[in-house]
């Protein structure tokens, strides 16, 4: 229980300030970590998380990017390839 409130933290830490960090299903075991995750969001232009949770074969979540809009998005679990993005 530790581990995942420390890798919740180090999430926040990464792309800063934000609302918080849920982790909701269990990530597959071939998949990239959460941190790996939060890199390959902050690689594409996100900011701020707001939220990312493992669900079905995706991490999914929400977070600003530095235009200052609020964005959903999709990851492959395994690949980290952003599989669908919508302005919230």
């Known amino acids: 229980m530790y581990h995942k409130k420390l890798t919740a ?8 300030s934000a609302s ?4 909701a ?4 075991a ?3 970590t959460l941190e ?7 690689s ?8 990312i949770s ?3 074969d995706t991490w999914e979540g929400e977070g600003m990017k530095a235009d200052g809009k609020v964005w959903e998005f999709k990851m492959d679990g395994k690949t980290g390839d952003m599989t669908k993005e919508k302005e919230d």
Not at 9 to 16: D, P, R, S, T
Not at 25 to 28: H, I, L, M, R, V
Not at 36 to 42: C, E, H, I, L, T
Request: hydrophobic share 50%; charged share 20%; glycine share 10%.
């Open 9 to 16: 933290a180090l999430a926040i830490a990464v792309l800063g």
């Open 20 to 23: 918080g960090v849920a982790l």
């Open 25 to 28: 299903d269990k990530p597959g």
């Open 30 to 32: 071939d998949w990239i």
């Open 36 to 42: 790996q995750a939060v890199q390959k969001a902050k």
């Open 44 to 51: 594409v232009g996100y900011t701020q998380l707001h939220s």
């Open 54 to 56: 493992a669900d079905d």
